[in-house]
């Protein structure tokens, strides 16, 4: 008997990216079906530009990353599902491993995907930015998505690496790029918190420098040159803030 086609829907994940979506289902057209998974927050014309551009529709609640990402699995039948961000683009070639991949009855249920980030408009090959692989191929029922904000996928089965990128479109300008750390250092130093993590009162300033390091040389931001260095330097600094944050939190 002929074994049938394998259905793989791509998911999208999103709130407010009418500046994104077109292009970002535009990248998709070797999916069988597209999904924008609306955040219901989401206040501009993503939900009428998804539809305008033959994806469907579905409005859900937004807790956190994971539950947001879990619930989308539960909503969407189908045996392959492949997560795609608004401000990212997945071109023909990981298009076509993908699936290469899933027709071919791989053992692996959950697959890496390697990164190409656009970062104030360059990409950015150092500092933690390349290979940045993200799980974002799941096969529907063995996987599941934890934490709540830099949500990772967790598998019961064997995991793979992809070797084509997606195209990431990250951080846009300096004041992006600040509004984005300032949410995820207040959210990082709670985390922590909860965790019980109790800073001393230098650990600011030693996890900068030893965050600008391990950024700058053993990342090798370094090859980016002038940009690489920016960028250590912004990222160091943004990890003196959250263990600042963290501080504070255990003298309320």
């Not at 979506?21 to 057209?29: K, T």
């Not at 070797?30 to 924008?36: L, M």
């Not at 974002?136 to 990772?152: D, F, I, N, S, Y």
């Not at 391990?214 to 803030?241: C, I, N, P, Q």
Request: with cysteine; hydrophobic share 40%; glycine share 6%.
């Amino acid at each position: 008997m002929e074994r049938q086609p394998v259905n793989v829907t791509a998911i999208l994940p999103v709130r407010d990216e009418e500046a994104h979506i077109v292009d970002c289902l535009a990248s998709l057209s070797w999916a069988d079906r597209c999904v924008a998974f609306i955040d219901t927050r989401s206040s501009d014309r993503t939900e009428e530009l998804a539809r305008q551009h033959g994806a469907e529709v579905i409005l859900h609640p937004f807790e956190n990353f994971a539950q947001f990402h879990n619930d989308a699995m539960e909503r969407v039948e189908t045996e392959w599902i492949f997560f795609v961000d608004g401000d990212e683009r997945a071109t023909p070639e990981l298009g076509q491993e993908v699936r290469e991949i899933v027709q071919g009855q791989r053992e692996q249920v959950l697959w890496w995907v390697p990164r190409h980030n656009y970062i104030f408009g360059r990409l950015t090959l150092g500092a933690g930015w390349y290979p940045d692989y993200q799980p974002r191929l799941l096969k529907r029922g063995h996987a599941r998505w934890e934490r709540p904000v830099h949500e990772v996928a967790v598998a019961d089965g064997p995991e793979g690496y992809l070797q084509h990128p997606l195209i990431h479109y990250n951080y846009d300008d300096l004041p992006d790029f600040i509004a984005r750390q300032e949410r995820y250092t207040t959210i990082d130093a709670g985390i922590l918190f909860r965790e019980r993590v109790r800073p001393r009162f230098y650990t600011p300033y030693s996890q900068a420098v030893r965050h600008f390091w391990w950024r700058f040389v053993t990342l090798k931001g370094l090859r980016d040159g002038l940009h690489g260095l920016r960028l250590s330097l912004l990222m160091a600094y943004y990890e003196a803030v959250k263990y600042r944050k963290l501080r504070g939190l255990y003298k309320v």
